[in-house]
């Protein structure tokens, strides 16, 4: 089983986004019985959109309770060094086109690529992971690799 690193306050989200979800499966299961009660179940739209709801609700549980069941919670405050870690921040050059980009990996719960925070997961997360100053680094990517420069790490 492989776990999922994250700090304590990933954890606190996926569980409360967890516990939220299991709250309104009670009222889901409630729509979808009221909708059966109404007749054929071959026409019967309100029927049809509350499995559907159920359905994708009960999927994002399960992989929520399996990424909190595997959770590997990380001090942030213990990483140092000059790797890329879990926690750091890395300033990157894009070559050849020579821009700046800064991205920092985080764990489950905390992700939010628009403000920079990858999973370490992620292809980026994944390519990145071990790297020093001053190394190249190539993402995989579908239109083919793209290739960076690492010229800072930080940890905060």
Do not use: C, W
Request: no cysteine; hydrophobic share 35%.
């Amino acid at each position: 089983m492989n776990t999922v690193p994250m700090t304590t306050t990933g954890l606190d989200k996926l569980k409360a986004e967890l516990a939220e979800l299991e709250s309104r499966r009670p009222k889901l299961l409630q729509q979808l019985k009221e909708a059966r009660e109404k007749g054929d179940l071959s026409e019967n739209a309100d029927y049809h959109a509350a499995r559907e709801d159920l359905s994708s609700l009960e999927s994002r549980i399960n992989e929520l309770r399996d990424k909190v069941s595997r959770a590997a919670l990380v001090d942030k405050s213990r990483s140092r060094g000059d790797n890329v870690v879990f926690g750091a921040t890395v300033k990157l050059l894009s070559l050849p086109g020579q821009d700046e980009e800064e991205y920092t990996l985080v764990g489950e719960g905390e992700n939010d690529p628009l403000n920079g925070k990858i999973l370490t997961t992620s292809p980026m997360g994944q390519a990145l992971l071990t790297k020093r100053v001053g190394d190249e680094v190539e993402v995989p990517t579908p239109k083919g690799a793209l290739k960076f420069k690492v010229l800072e790490i930080r940890y905060q």
